[in-house]
Structures are given as C-alpha cells and as structure tokens.
C-alpha cells in the first residue's frame, strides 16, 4: 500500500540527516508516541494519518484485535511487541502496558501503540495517554473506525435510519468488577435508537433478558457480527429473544459485536454479496419496515 502525499506541501516521506521532515503533519519523533486506532480489521479502513505513523513505527506495541493484513504493513525492521488482551485474562497487564511505552519513548524510539478500533472507544486509550504525558512522553491521537461502525457497515447495516432510529448508543457488555452488569437499562429500550454492545457475548443471555425486563420488545431485530470487515466476517440476524440461542447453536466467540433495533433489517441480506458491497442486482425492497 503507498499512500504517501505527493503534493509540495503534504509531502511528508522525506527523511533529512535523520530527521523526519515536520512538513507533513504526522510526524512521528523520536521519543514520542503515536495512539492509533487501526479500525476493526480490513487493511482498506485504515486512515492515511495512520498509515503514516505506521510507515515511521520503529517499536509496534499492539493488541489481539489488530489484524494480521494491518500487521503485515508495520516496516520490515520495526521492533513487534504483542501485548494482546483476552477477555478478563491480560496477556500483559495494563499497568505494564502504560510503562512499556514509556520506557520505549525514554529510550528515544519512535513508538507505535496500535489498537484495535478506535483507541478512546473501550480502548483505554485515555489511560495510557493519561499516563504518558504524567511521565512527560508526548503522544498522537489517530482516530480509528470503530467495531460499531466498520462491522455494522460491512454487515449492510446502517446504524440510524429515518424514520427508523434517530441515534445509536455504544456500550459496553463486559461484566464489571463486582461481577455485575450494571447498565443504564432504562435508556436503552427506545424503540426508534440502536443500541451496540462491545464485549457483550458472554453476557448476553443477562443483557438480553434485562432489555426485555425493561421494556424492550422482546422481537426486536438483533444481530451478531463475528470478525466485523475481515475476510471471517459472518453475520447472524435474530431477535433479542432468539439471540442467546444463536450464540450456542453456532458457538460463537469474540470479537463479536451485538446489535439491536430495526435497523438490522432495514436492508435484506440477499443484496449483500460480499462484506461492505450492497448488490443491487439482489434487491428487495422490505416491505414491513416503515420509511419516512
Ligand atoms: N477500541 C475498539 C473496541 C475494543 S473492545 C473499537 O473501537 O472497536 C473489544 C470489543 O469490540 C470486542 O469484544 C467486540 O465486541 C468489538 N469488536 C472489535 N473489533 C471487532 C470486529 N472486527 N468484529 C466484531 N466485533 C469487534
């Protein structure tokens, strides 16, 4: 992938005396880190800002969600620390994370810590960047497409729709340390708003029955996308009564992402031929679903 600028002003590639040319603005120093979202997977979501830092990465600190596609484009020569997190078993733990990038930055290499998604979307992104700057290290922030939005793309699901879903909400399902999953239930039965639950597969027998404790129809459409963008990308479309179920019949894992409201039918899955391509040779108009 070359996706370097080539207008006078943007140019950014130019490495003089050593020094990384400041003409283009993600420039990666030495000493300094760059927090990058790497999207959820497929290569073609990166954005150029990362694709930069990644070409100037001379240690990658990375995460299990980062793709091996995004992997393969680190340079020949950078240094790969993989730190990958399984849920509630930290491969390294995240204290340590924060002092490895520090102690990489101290020894004045340019450091790339590459996440999955996008980094301050449960990312913990702003914890590390909380602790990098206490310990005087200066970091860039590159924003990634998040699970939410990638996946559910890739999936031909639009989040909001007129007259469908006014918004969206992003939460997260991860059971917290009391072994609860105490969440905001009552803002999250609307029947117009999509909710999207990260981290919520192993909790979603309680998620799904606390929804419908709550209020929500118990027939709402619901989907779970397995490996959002990446060439394993499968999608199952149920309701939030039949969810759980699907979840044991096809032993679904993480990284799953868990959608729920009437969008997930708003377009039909014959037109989707491929992950992220609608074809309109396939077309069906639903018709139960209201437009405005
Ligand atoms: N910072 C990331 C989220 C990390 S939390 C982001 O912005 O996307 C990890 C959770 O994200 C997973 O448990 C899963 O629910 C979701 N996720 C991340 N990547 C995914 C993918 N490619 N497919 C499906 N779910 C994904």
Redesign the pocket.
Known sequence: MNIRATSQENNFSAVDNGQISTRGKSVLNQGEVALV?SG??DAELLTIRAMRFIEQAEIAIYDR?VSDEILDLLPENCERFYVGKEQAKHCVPQDKINELLVQEALLGKRVLRL?????F???RGGEEAEYMLKHGISCHICP?I???S??TSYAGIPLTHRGVSQGCTFITGHIQNNGQLNLPWQSLICKTQTVVF????NTLPIIAKKLVEHGRDINTPAAL??????PEQKTYRGTIGNLAALVKKHDIK????IVIGDVVNQLTEQQLTTPGFLDAKNYVQVQNIKTA
């Open positions: 979202g959820p997977g969600l996440k999955g998604g996008d980094p979307i449960f990312g990634g998040t699970a939410a990638g996946c990260y981290m919520g597969i996308i397995y490996k959002g963008t990446q993480p990284p799953t992402l």
